[in-house]
C-alpha cells in the first residue's frame, strides 16, 4: 500500500510554543488529508481536513487559530499547534487518501506524541 | 448523523482460537464502504479488512473475515487461528462513496492469550 510518513514521532515542549508536525505520502500525491487527535485508549477524533492550495475545513469544537493547517503541495500537509499548553497534550495521527482501483482508501501516518510541559 | 458502534471495548482469546468483533453502524445511504482498523501497540493504524456495500460478497483476507448484514447495518470481523501478534485495538470505519471523510466506532481492545 502507499506510504504516509508524519514526523516528529514524537515531541516535548514547553508550555506556550508553538509545534509544527508534518504529514507527507512519500510515493502518491493527496489533494486531501487528514488530521485526527487520539487520547488514550479512546478512538480517532477527526480535528481538519487539509485540503491542497486551499484553506482547511475544521471540525466543530476544533480551534482553527490553535491548530494551524498548511496544505502547500499535493504531499505535504503540517499541522502546527500554537500556543502549546498541557492540554493538547496527545497523540495526532495524520491520513491521506489515495485513489486507486480500489476507489479511496486512507493510508495513516505513524502519528506523533506531543507532550506540553 | 452516521455513527459506527462497537459495543465490545475489551476481549480476550486464547491463541489459535477464534474470535468475533461486533460493528453496527447507522446510515440512510446505500453506496458506502466499511472498514477494520488493527492498531497495535505502535500506534500504526493498520488496514485489516474493507468491504464494500454494493457487494453481497464478505470480504475475506487470509485469517480475517467479515460479516456483513446490510439491512441490519452490521459489520462484525472474525479473526480465525488467533496470534499473539493479533493484539492491539482494533476500529470499525465507515465511509460514504464519494467522499474521503471516516467515520470510527470506538474500538475493540483485543488481547490475544497465549
Known amino acids: 500500500g502507499a506510504v504516509v510518513s508524519q514526523h516528529p514521532s514524537w515531541v516535548i515542549c514547553k508550555s506556550g510554543t508553538s509545534v509544527k508536525i508534518e504529514c507527507r505520502s512519500l510515493d502518491f500525491q493527496a489533494t486531501t488529508m487528514f488530521w485526527y487527535r487520539q487520547f488514550p485508549k479512546q478512538s480517532l477524533m477527526l480535528m481538519a481536513t487539509?485540503?491542497?492550495?486551499?484553506?482547511?475545513?475544521?471540525e466543530q469544537g476544533v480551534e482553527k487559530d490553535k491548530f494551524l493547517i498548511n496544505h502547500a503541495s499535493l504531499t505535504l500537509s503540517t499541522l502546527t499547534v500554537t500556543s502549546a499548553h498541557p492540554e493538547d497534550s496527545s497523540f495526532y495521527i495524520c491520513?491521506?487518501?489515495?485513489?486507486?482501483?480500489?476507489?479511496?482508501?486512507?493510508?495513516f501516518g505513524q502519528g506523533t506524541r506531543l507532550t506540553v510541559v | 448523523a452516521q455513527t459506527v458502534t462497537q459495543s465490545q471495548p475489551e476481549m480476550s482469546v486464547q491463541e489459535a482460537e477464534t474470535v468475533t468483533l461486533s460493528c453496527t453502524y447507522d446510515?440512510?445511504?446505500?453506496?458506502?464502504?466499511l472498514f477494520w482498523y488493527k492498531q497495535p501497540p505502535s500506534r500504526q493504524m493498520i488496514l485489516v479488512i474493507r468491504q464494500e456495500a454494493y457487494k453481497q460478497q464478505n470480504a475475506t483476507e487470509n485469517r480475517f473475515s467479515v460479516n456483513f448484514q446490510k439491512a441490519a447495518k452490521s459489520f462484525s470481523l472474525k479473526i480465525s487461528d488467533s496470534q499473539l501478534g493479533d493484539t492491539a485495538m482494533y476500529f470499525c470505519a465507515f465511509k460514504y462513496s464519494g467522499t474521503y471523510k471516516y467515520i470510527f466506532g470506538t474500538g475493540t481492545r483485543l488481547k490475544v492469550l497465549a
Open positions: 487539509s485540503n491542497e492550495g486551499s484553506k482547511a475545513t475544521y
Open positions: 491520513s491521506a487518501q489515495s485513489p486507486g482501483p480500489r476507489g479511496t482508501e486512507a493510508f
Open positions: 446510515t440512510s445511504e446505500n453506496n458506502y464502504y
